[in-house]
């Protein structure tokens, strides 16, 4: 492997990094001559990795204007959001038949990482949740259906940035323990309903159907003045 590419893969993990742990909000410009300053890297790894990111739905780059954290739309998130449960019911389903017990090792370490930063760091709680994720989606063995999860569960992160109200670590937390017991049993069914359920709080979080602003909570604000 070159020093091109290394250079590359660690300045794409780093930016993805700070997107995921919303340190870089939707909607910010990501210059390439600042990124290369900052990482002392040339305009050319900067943009390698850009186009990485961009492939994977978290950057949108604007013609004559350059790369931007990407925004994405209510509309794209519920479909996002959609294709992101049949393919976690489906990780579910494999993993059923065919996890090992060093998998079982290997999620429940993990677990035990979210729950060492429950009710400390938002941020990094958020990363370590959509990390479950796509650590249960390797242990399928299946590498073109791990793709896909790693990528909805990316891109969930940047629409929980947008949309979400809150993020409950000790929710997630224990519904990732309770998912792991139902695949160790062997209850597809039950693992199945835990995991819909999951991602349809956590969708619920995101405020993804749009409400009608009311004429009284409009009008509140202009009250209040007329109070003074």
């Not at 739309?73 to 065919?98: D, G, N, P, Y």
């Not at 990528?151 to 629409?159: A, K, P």
């Amino acid at each position: 492997m070159s020093d091109q590419t290394t250079l590359t893969d660690a300045v794409h993990t780093l930016l993805k990094r700070a997107i995921i742990e919303q340190a870089l909000k939707p909607g910010m410009r990501l210059p390439e001559d600042t990124v290369g300053e900052q990482f002392g890297v040339s305009r050319t790894i900067v943009r390698h990795a850009l186009v990485r990111l961009q492939n994977e739905g978290l950057v949108v780059t604007r013609r004559n204007r350059g790369a931007f954290v990407a925004e994405p739309s209510l509309e794209e998130a519920k479909q996002i959001f959609e294709v992101r449960r049949a393919l976690e019911r489906e990780v579910i389903r494999i993993l059923v038949e065919r996890l090992p017990d060093s998998g079982f090792d290997q999620l429940e370490a993990h677990v035990r990482s979210e729950q060492s930063v429950k009710g400390k760091d938002g941020p990094v709680s958020i990363r370590l949740a959509g990390e479950f994720h796509t650590l249960l989606a390797e242990l399928t063995g299946n590498a073109v259906l791990s793709r896909y999860v790693s990528e909805v569960v990316l891109r969930c992160s940047l629409i929980m940035a947008m949309y979400a109200r809150t993020h409950s670590s000790d929710c997630a937390v224990d519904e990732h323990s309770q998912i792991i017991e139902a695949i160790r049993t062997g209850d597809a069914d039950r693992a199945m309903t835990l995991m819909d359920h999951h991602l349809g709080a956590v969708a619920g979080r995101a405020e993804l159907e749009k409400k009608p602003d009311s004429v009284s909570s409009i009008l509140s604000h202009y009250g209040k003045e007329l109070a003074q």
